[in-house]
């Protein structure tokens, strides 16, 4: 097979063109997905983590602090655990505690439920399951918006939600970038030690019973793949994490033969190894659509 899907940055509006149609041939006879998400793909649906949306939802913190986005914001080395708690619940609030399902991963559902899916993701907003895809369907190795943990890495994960509920009613939504109520502070309950965002940053990152139960379900999904045909759909993942899913994607495809239908706003390259690979570039609230209909 020619790999007529193979190009070179920027893709042209005839391999674009190529590409769709290809991979709209691909979607539509799939029986079995594995759906590989990075954050792009929640870029696409709306989660802008800097620009107007940044401006508009942390004038506070940007004043008090002078951080740039909400990657930055993250890492800002907050001076009391008032002010870390403030920013992160304002954080989780925005962009998974406070909203629904967005309308492109309500798409994807749309798509997907009708077929044999499983969901591998890094992003932490938890958009497949608020869209309707069965958690049990879902691997998140990085974590998510909804949990802490101890910073020791040894006591286990604690759900936030009315938490942070509880602290944006503190901070007025963030109008205040320190929290008032120090029982609003969360501790570890077993050590006392300060608590963390659950969310991958260093190797204090917490894998228990529950986070490995999910790995093993995605692993039972990928050794099925020689005997149960199966496109993988890669959506907006970039070089940020590459181990969990651009890299295994690819090795998946050439081990089993597998398409893969590569969705990215600038990144779609694909190695010239893998010749059932398709590649589309460009925002993915556009192109999905197209692939689709
Ligand atoms: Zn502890």
Redesign the pocket.
């Known amino acids: 097979m020619q790999p007529a899907f193979i190009f070179t940055r920027p893709q042209t509006p005839e391999q674009r063109a190529a590409s769709i149609t290809k991979a709209r041939e691909l979607l539509a006879n799939a029986e079995r997905v594995l759906i590989g998400a990075g954050a792009g793909l929640s870029t696409a649906a709306g989660h802008d983590y800097g620009g107007q949306r940044f401006k508009e939802t942390f004038p506070a913190f940007i004043k008090n602090y002078g951080i740039t986005d909400m990657y930055s914001g993250g890492f800002y080395p907050y001076p009391t655990e008032e002010e870390k708690w403030a920013y992160w619940a304002r954080q989780a609030t925005v962009n998974c505690l406070g909203e629904d399902a967005l309308p492109l991963y309500r798409e994807l559902f749309e798509w997907a439920k009708k077929r044999d899916y499983f969901v591998v993701t890094t992003n932490v907003d938890l958009q497949f399951e608020k869209a309707g895809f069965n958690p049990q369907r879902i691997f998140e190795p990085q974590g998510s918006y909804d949990t802490i943990q ?1 910073s ?1 890495g ?2 286990g994960i604690k759900n936030a939600t009315e938490l942070f509920a509880a602290i944006e009613v503190d901070t007025n939504k963030g109008e205040r970038t320190r929290i008032t109520d120090p029982s609003l502070v969360p501790m ?1 309950e ?4 300060p608590m963390e965002m659950h969310l991958r940053v260093d190797g204090s990152f917490v894998q228990d019973d529950a986070w490995y139960a999910a790995q093993e379900r995605y692993k039972r999904f990928v050794e099925e793949i020689p005997e149960k045909p199966t496109l993988l759909l890669e959506l907006g993942v970039g070089w940020n994490t590459p181990v969990w899913i651009r890299m295994p994607f690819e090795t998946i495809a050439r081990e089993t033969g597998s398409p893969l239908v590569r969705m990215n706003y600038d990144e779609a390259a694909v190695d010239k190894s893998l010749p059932k690979a398709v590649a589309i570039e460009g925002d993915i609230a556009e192109t999905f659509p197209a692939i689709t209909q």
């Open positions: 101890c020791t040894e006591h570890c077993v050590c006392g030690s």
